[in-house]
């Protein structure tokens, strides 16, 4: 037995676009009784059920790399050495899949949980040397802030050390930008505002040829309960009020559009479409298949 899984990417096209989804690992304790809030105990043990699923759950964590041609854009960048040795996998996986870091010229980052910034340094070093970091301006002025990170609950202070040792070496070499609700990061890609589950988070639109694709960052955690019961919230809220009135009117928007969505704890590759049925949401895996 060899137990283990060939290398986590997984790779579509998106009209001009190559979006390869790249795996940093799972957290094999995802445990949802403790963790999921605004529900109770025999909701999540029913939706787990459904799913063949036992709390604790094995949580996803993925990012997408975007080559737009002109463009090599990275969303998200998992969590380095901060969530323990079952993540970290980014760069393995990235190299597996044909690139190399230092070929990335974008980072566009959803939100400064440690998940998602961790991956941005390598031995204290940038981990994508040729990269520009982006990311929201009230994310940034939230997680990077001395007086935010001294007012903090004591549980919660590794997550601001977390995202200001993930980004403090792009500000020192003038490599961290910051962008408003709305802005073009390169030709087809753009961000959009989804404020709730932290101050500035954020998704990525991703459209070329008439084909598109969003990116949803922490829209959602535990798909098995959170798309049947879209109020369902988590621990790890900064708002949980806000988050989950976005992640209705997200839901809503994907189920309406049909557009593909790719979301970073949705089980690898995380890339799928969103169904309404009757009151309850369901999600839709995208099938494998050739490249075209
Ligand atoms: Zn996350």
Redesign the pocket.
Known sequence: MAKTNPPGFYRIMLGDFEVTALSDGTMPGFNLQQLLTNVSAGVISTALDREFLRDPIEGS?NAYLINTGPKLVLVDVGAGKLFGPTLGRLIDNLRASGYRPEQVDEVVI??M?P??VGGLVADGQMAFPNAVVRADRREASFWLSPIHLDAAPAAQKDFFRGAMASVQPYVQAGKLKLFDDGAEITPGVSVRGLPG?TEGHTSVVIESEGRKLVLW??II?AAPVQFPHPEVTIA?DSDATAAAAQRGKAFAEAAREGYLVGA??ISFPGLGRVRLEGQAYRWVPLPYGVLR
């Open positions: 964590v959803t939100h949980h998940d998602h589950h960052g922490d955690h790890f970073a704890h």
